[in-house]
């Protein structure tokens, strides 16, 4: 049974289809395709079905992710079957960790710039949705440096298991 990461976001249209493809990428170097399931959803609906952002598409492209993608919303059903929802900020945080169903699932959420011990206090991802390209070239930027040491605590984990 693979290890399931859902990256979390307001729409799922920016923030969390980029950690979702830099996240997928990072799996695959490391050999854990297979072991390690990834996806992202948004806490609303309003995108559901559409196209990440095209400047997310841009960026990720232009970086060598993949940017294909499908927006969904995130259901609190979805708890039982994945091991760790990642938040892009506070707010997705306390919505997340409302929705979960038991205090175990509740547990189950982190903030994606926890895992960047030179992030300081400030952990949000900033929504790049309303600026330029810029916003979204820091956005993935923070993904980047977040997935290493997520990458980290996901092998682990995985290690764990299969020991």
């Known amino acids: 049974m693979p290890y399931c990461v859902c990256f979390v976001c307001t729409g799922n249209i920016c923030r969390s289809p980029m950690a979702e493809s830099v996240f997928r990428a990072r799996v695959g170097e490391a050999g854990l395709a297979g072991l390690v399931e990834v996806d992202s959803a948004g806490t609303g609906g309003w995108h559901e079905g559409d196209g990440a ?9 232009a970086a060598g992710y993949d940017g294909d993608h499908a927006a969904r919303q995130f259901r ?9 929802v990642i938040a ?13 169903p038991t205090p ?7 903030l994606l710039r926890s895992y960047d011990p030179a992030a300081g206090a400030d952990l949000d991802v900033p929504d790049p949705y309303y600026g330029g390209m810029d916003g979204f070239e ?14 980290a605590a996901v092998q682990a984990e995985v290690e764990r298991r299969a020991a």
Do not use: I, N, Q, Y
């Open 53 to 61: 952002d095209p400047r997310t598409v841009s960026v990720l492209e």
């Open 76 to 84: 609190a059903a979805w708890f039982a079957r994945l091991d760790l």
């Open 88 to 100: 892009l900020d506070s707010g997705h945080l306390k919505a997340l960790r409302r929705l979960a």
């Open 104 to 110: 175990k699932d509740a547990e189950k959420v982190r």
């Open 138 to 151: 820091e956005c993935l930027e923070m993904v980047e440096t977040a997935s290493a040491g997520l990458l």
